[in-house]
């Protein structure tokens, strides 16, 4: 298995430009998760799926931010605009997820480096 | 929501030594699971502990849950240059298939 996909690996962008962030998850996962992490505020949820169906975006800065997951095969993660703190790598990851108490580990993305000058 | 405590955020040891490190929870917790990121790298899962008073051993490293489950400890014996990264712990909260992930701790190792 190739792992969980994301493209592209490094983006550099100007302020007010939209960025989209590409995700292919394991194939047979159920869960998709988006994290942005930075020095200063570490690892941070910003939303996740289920089954595609999107539960809990309470982690997403604010409406700049959008996500998607048309499939179980892809997810976006969209910034328009894009401002200069919005700086991060921002990483995919997948699990199995059974319904019951149980959680499964979760598989990371090799992130994407975005920089917003 | 739940959270886990790391504390502290970083820590430098000698070649050699041993290492030992906290996740704590003021709740008790279902799980938990360890996680290594390498400098540049993303997250890898280690290990996930159930059962109160576990351990599991992964060559130099040793994981304990706490025997109220509430909090857990890694440790590793003899550091190499390899160790070198951040562990995070992580915990379901038993909502869907969220983790909740601590701060994390960044271990440095001087050779």
């Known amino acids: 298995d190739a792992g969980v996909i994301q493209s592209p690996r490094h983006e550099v962008t100007e302020m007010g430009q939209e960025v989209t962030l590409r995700c292919k998850p394991i194939?047979?996962?159920?869960?998709l998760f988006w994290y942005r992490q930075t020095m200063m505020r570490g690892l941070e949820l910003l939303i996740y799926f289920n089954n595609n169906v999107p539960i809990d975006d309470s982690g997403m800065p604010e409406d700049r931010f959008s996500a998607k997951m048309p499939n179980a095969s892809f997810s976006t993660l969209k910034i328009q605009p894009s401002e200069p703190r919005d700086s991060a790598v921002y990483f995919c990851?997948?699990?199995?997820w059974g319904g019951g108490s149980r959680s499964y580990e979760q598989y990371f993305g090799p992130g994407t480096r975005l920089t917003v000058t | 929501g739940q959270q886990v405590m790391q504390i502290p955020q970083y820590q430098h040891v000698q070649e050699g030594e041993d290492f030992t490190t906290y996740c704590n929870s003021s709740?008790?917790?279902?799980?938990i699971q360890w996680y290594k990121q390498r400098p540049g790298g993303h997250p890898v899962f280690l290990i996930q502990?159930?059962?109160?008073?576990e351990v599991k051993k992964q060559k130099r490293l040793t994981f304990q849950f706490g025997e109220a489950k509430k909090n857990s400890s890694l440790h590793i014996t003899a550091t190499q240059t390899t160790d070198v990264g951040t562990y995070f712990c992580?915990?379901?909260?038993?909502?869907?298939?969220?983790?909740?992930f601590g701060k994390g701790i960044t271990l440095s190792v001087r050779p």
């Open positions: 502990l159930v059962k109160s008073g």
């Open positions: 194939s047979g996962h159920n869960s």
């Open positions: 992580a915990v379901y909260t038993g909502a869907n298939s969220k983790l909740t």
């Open positions: 990851a997948s699990s199995f």
């Open positions: 709740t008790t917790l279902s799980n």
